[in-house]
Protein backbone atom coordinates (compact mmCIF):
# COMPACT_ATOMS: atom_id res chain seq x y z
CA UNK A 1 0.00 0.00 0.00
CA UNK A 2 0.84 3.38 -0.79
CA UNK A 3 2.44 5.77 2.40
CA UNK A 4 3.64 9.61 2.59
CA UNK A 5 5.20 10.35 5.98
CA UNK A 6 6.04 14.17 6.99
CA UNK A 7 7.83 13.95 9.95
CA UNK A 8 8.25 17.28 10.97
CA UNK A 9 4.29 18.74 12.39
CA UNK A 10 5.54 22.02 12.56
CA UNK A 11 8.47 24.47 11.86
CA UNK A 12 8.41 27.98 12.94
CA UNK A 13 10.62 30.28 11.54
CA UNK A 14 11.72 33.83 11.25
CA UNK A 15 11.03 36.23 8.12
CA UNK A 16 13.43 35.81 5.62
CA UNK A 17 14.94 32.33 6.81
CA UNK A 18 15.19 29.41 4.75
CA UNK A 19 12.80 26.23 5.44
CA UNK A 20 12.99 23.23 4.24
CA UNK A 21 9.88 20.30 4.33
CA UNK A 22 10.69 16.72 4.45
CA UNK A 23 8.53 14.34 2.69
CA UNK A 24 8.91 10.37 2.71
CA UNK A 25 6.90 8.28 0.72
CA UNK A 26 6.09 4.24 0.10
CA UNK A 27 4.70 2.92 -2.99
CA UNK A 28 5.22 -0.51 -5.35
CA UNK A 29 4.80 1.19 -8.51
CA UNK A 30 7.29 2.10 -10.62
CA UNK A 31 5.50 5.12 -12.00
CA UNK A 32 3.85 7.44 -9.99
CA UNK A 33 3.18 10.83 -9.34
CA UNK A 34 3.73 13.24 -6.07
CA UNK A 35 2.54 16.49 -5.40
CA UNK A 36 2.78 19.32 -2.99
CA UNK A 37 -0.77 21.28 -1.66
CA UNK A 38 -0.46 24.79 -0.14
CA UNK A 39 -3.65 24.99 2.79
CA UNK A 40 -3.70 28.38 3.98
CA UNK A 41 -5.90 29.70 7.14
CA UNK A 42 -8.66 29.93 5.33
CA UNK A 43 -9.03 25.94 4.66
CA UNK A 44 -8.84 25.85 0.36
CA UNK A 45 -5.72 23.65 -1.14
CA UNK A 46 -3.50 24.97 -3.32
CA UNK A 47 -1.51 23.07 -5.82
CA UNK A 48 2.27 23.64 -6.32
CA UNK A 49 3.90 21.34 -7.56
CA UNK A 50 3.50 18.12 -9.09
CA UNK A 51 6.50 15.44 -10.29
CA UNK A 52 6.60 12.40 -12.19
CA UNK A 53 8.66 9.37 -11.43
CA UNK A 54 10.48 9.19 -14.06
CA UNK A 55 11.94 13.11 -13.90
CA UNK A 56 14.53 13.59 -10.89
CA UNK A 57 15.00 17.16 -12.27
CA UNK A 58 14.97 19.25 -9.04
CA UNK A 59 12.82 22.10 -9.74
CA UNK A 60 13.07 26.16 -8.71
CA UNK A 61 9.44 28.38 -9.36
CA UNK A 62 10.44 31.79 -7.47
CA UNK A 63 10.88 31.03 -3.80
CA UNK A 64 10.10 27.50 -3.98
CA UNK A 65 12.30 24.74 -5.12
CA UNK A 66 11.88 20.90 -4.70
CA UNK A 67 14.78 17.73 -4.09
CA UNK A 68 13.39 14.81 -5.32
CA UNK A 69 15.48 11.94 -4.85
CA UNK A 70 14.24 8.14 -5.82
CA UNK A 71 17.30 6.80 -4.45
CA UNK A 72 15.83 7.59 -0.79
CA UNK A 73 12.34 7.76 -1.79
CA UNK A 74 12.03 11.51 -0.68
CA UNK A 75 10.65 14.60 -2.12
CA UNK A 76 11.43 17.90 0.18
CA UNK A 77 10.23 21.11 -0.46
CA UNK A 78 12.29 24.50 0.29
CA UNK A 79 10.86 27.73 0.77
CA UNK A 80 13.66 30.28 -0.03
CA UNK A 81 13.88 34.24 2.15
CA UNK A 82 10.45 33.06 3.66
CA UNK A 83 7.53 34.92 4.48
CA UNK A 84 4.58 35.94 6.50
CA UNK A 85 2.46 35.00 3.58
CA UNK A 86 4.23 31.59 3.75
CA UNK A 87 2.44 30.75 7.16
CA UNK A 88 0.66 27.39 6.07
CA UNK A 89 0.08 23.82 5.99
CA UNK A 90 1.78 22.09 3.25
CA UNK A 91 1.04 18.52 2.46
CA UNK A 92 2.90 15.69 -0.07
CA UNK A 93 0.71 13.88 -1.69
CA UNK A 94 1.46 10.69 -3.64
CA UNK A 95 -0.73 8.94 -6.72
CA UNK A 96 -0.03 5.71 -8.25
CA UNK A 97 -0.29 5.54 -12.16
CA UNK A 98 -2.80 2.89 -12.01
CA UNK A 99 -5.40 5.13 -10.29
CA UNK A 100 -6.56 8.34 -9.59
CA UNK A 101 -6.34 8.32 -5.91
CA UNK A 102 -4.18 10.51 -3.98
CA UNK A 103 -2.77 9.90 -0.55
CA UNK A 104 -1.81 12.72 1.73
CA UNK A 105 0.65 12.85 4.29
CA UNK A 106 -0.18 14.36 7.76
CA UNK A 107 0.59 17.45 6.73
CA UNK A 108 3.27 20.22 8.24
CA UNK A 109 2.45 23.75 9.89
CA UNK A 110 4.81 26.18 8.74
CA UNK A 111 5.00 29.64 10.84
CA UNK A 112 6.89 32.36 9.42
CA UNK A 113 7.47 35.36 12.09
CA UNK A 114 8.18 38.89 11.29
CA UNK B 1 -14.47 32.10 -13.28
CA UNK B 2 -13.85 28.26 -13.53
CA UNK B 3 -13.50 26.49 -9.85
CA UNK B 4 -15.34 24.44 -7.51
CA UNK B 5 -18.05 25.58 -5.02
CA UNK B 6 -19.12 23.85 -1.47
CA UNK B 7 -21.82 24.91 0.52
CA UNK B 8 -22.43 25.78 3.07
CA UNK B 9 -19.41 26.89 4.54
CA UNK B 10 -20.57 26.43 8.20
CA UNK B 11 -23.13 23.32 9.10
CA UNK B 12 -24.37 22.39 12.24
CA UNK B 13 -26.03 18.92 13.11
CA UNK B 14 -27.54 18.07 15.86
CA UNK B 15 -27.04 13.97 16.56
CA UNK B 16 -29.14 11.89 14.62
CA UNK B 17 -29.91 13.70 11.52
CA UNK B 18 -28.97 13.19 8.13
CA UNK B 19 -27.03 16.39 6.21
CA UNK B 20 -25.85 16.85 2.95
CA UNK B 21 -22.68 18.83 1.86
CA UNK B 22 -23.18 20.45 -1.76
CA UNK B 23 -20.38 20.60 -4.15
CA UNK B 24 -20.44 21.90 -7.74
CA UNK B 25 -17.56 22.56 -10.06
CA UNK B 26 -17.60 24.50 -13.81
CA UNK B 27 -13.92 22.61 -14.78
CA UNK B 28 -15.57 20.93 -17.07
CA UNK B 29 -13.55 17.63 -14.89
CA UNK B 30 -15.10 14.20 -14.92
CA UNK B 31 -13.28 13.18 -11.75
CA UNK B 32 -14.59 14.38 -8.11
CA UNK B 33 -13.57 13.68 -4.74
CA UNK B 34 -15.13 13.86 -1.13
CA UNK B 35 -12.21 14.39 1.73
CA UNK B 36 -11.76 14.45 5.53
CA UNK B 37 -9.79 16.29 7.63
CA UNK B 38 -9.28 16.26 11.50
CA UNK B 39 -7.38 18.69 13.82
CA UNK B 40 -3.89 18.47 12.86
CA UNK B 41 -4.20 15.45 10.21
CA UNK B 42 -4.40 14.74 6.79
CA UNK B 43 -6.77 14.20 3.96
CA UNK B 44 -8.40 10.75 3.76
CA UNK B 45 -10.54 10.20 1.24
CA UNK B 46 -14.39 9.13 1.41
CA UNK B 47 -15.73 8.46 -1.52
CA UNK B 48 -14.18 9.10 -5.47
CA UNK B 49 -16.14 9.67 -8.82
CA UNK B 50 -14.71 8.55 -12.11
CA UNK B 51 -17.42 9.28 -14.49
CA UNK B 52 -21.54 10.50 -14.10
CA UNK B 53 -23.62 7.87 -12.26
CA UNK B 54 -20.34 5.88 -10.80
CA UNK B 55 -18.93 6.21 -7.77
CA UNK B 56 -16.25 4.03 -5.37
CA UNK B 57 -15.65 3.99 -1.92
CA UNK B 58 -12.37 5.78 -0.59
CA UNK B 59 -10.88 4.98 3.06
CA UNK B 60 -13.37 6.25 5.06
CA UNK B 61 -16.99 5.70 3.12
CA UNK B 62 -18.88 4.23 6.41
CA UNK B 63 -21.62 6.60 7.51
CA UNK B 64 -21.55 8.36 4.68
CA UNK B 65 -23.10 8.24 0.59
CA UNK B 66 -23.05 10.37 -2.51
CA UNK B 67 -24.74 10.49 -5.91
CA UNK B 68 -23.46 11.67 -9.16
CA UNK B 69 -26.47 12.40 -11.27
CA UNK B 70 -24.53 15.33 -13.17
CA UNK B 71 -21.63 15.75 -14.30
CA UNK B 72 -21.19 19.14 -12.37
CA UNK B 73 -22.38 17.90 -9.33
CA UNK B 74 -21.17 15.61 -6.62
CA UNK B 75 -22.96 16.24 -3.03
CA UNK B 76 -22.12 14.41 -0.15
CA UNK B 77 -24.28 12.78 2.44
CA UNK B 78 -23.51 12.09 6.46
CA UNK B 79 -25.67 9.91 7.24
CA UNK B 80 -26.70 9.28 11.46
CA UNK B 81 -24.37 6.08 10.91
CA UNK B 82 -21.31 8.37 11.20
CA UNK B 83 -20.26 8.37 14.85
CA UNK B 84 -17.97 11.19 14.87
CA UNK B 85 -18.59 13.76 11.85
CA UNK B 86 -16.98 16.93 13.34
CA UNK B 87 -14.71 17.69 10.93
CA UNK B 88 -13.43 19.41 8.07
CA UNK B 89 -15.16 18.28 4.82
CA UNK B 90 -13.02 18.94 0.87
CA UNK B 91 -14.25 18.57 -2.23
CA UNK B 92 -11.88 17.93 -5.34
CA UNK B 93 -12.21 17.70 -9.23
CA UNK B 94 -10.00 16.38 -11.83
CA UNK B 95 -9.57 15.49 -15.50
CA UNK B 96 -10.04 11.46 -15.86
CA UNK B 97 -7.86 10.15 -17.07
CA UNK B 98 -4.56 11.42 -18.18
CA UNK B 99 -1.44 12.63 -16.64
CA UNK B 100 -2.43 16.21 -16.38
CA UNK B 101 -4.80 15.83 -13.64
CA UNK B 102 -3.61 17.46 -10.36
CA UNK B 103 -6.69 17.96 -8.20
CA UNK B 104 -8.55 21.18 -7.41
CA UNK B 105 -10.01 21.99 -4.18
CA UNK B 106 -13.11 23.81 -2.91
CA UNK B 107 -12.85 25.95 -0.04
CA UNK B 108 -14.38 23.36 1.72
CA UNK B 109 -17.66 22.85 4.72
CA UNK B 110 -16.82 22.79 8.51
CA UNK B 111 -19.54 20.32 10.48
CA UNK B 112 -19.89 20.80 13.46
CA UNK B 113 -21.83 18.32 15.73
CA UNK B 114 -24.28 19.95 18.64
Known amino acids: AQKVTQAQTEISVVEKEDVTLDCVYE???????LFWYKQPPSGELVFLIR??????QNEISGRYSWNFQKSTSSFNFTITASQVVDSAVYFC???????????FGGGTRVLVKP | DGGITQSPKYLFRKEGQNVTLSCEQNLNHDAMYWYRQDPGQGLRLIYYSQIVNDFQKGDIAEGYSVSREKKESFPLTVTSAQKNPTAFYLC?????????????FGPGTRLTVL
Open chain 1, 51 to 56: RNSFDE
Open chain 1, 93 to 103: ALREAAGNKLT
Open chain 2, 92 to 104: ASSRFPGFNNEQF
Open chain 1, 27 to 33: TRDTTYY
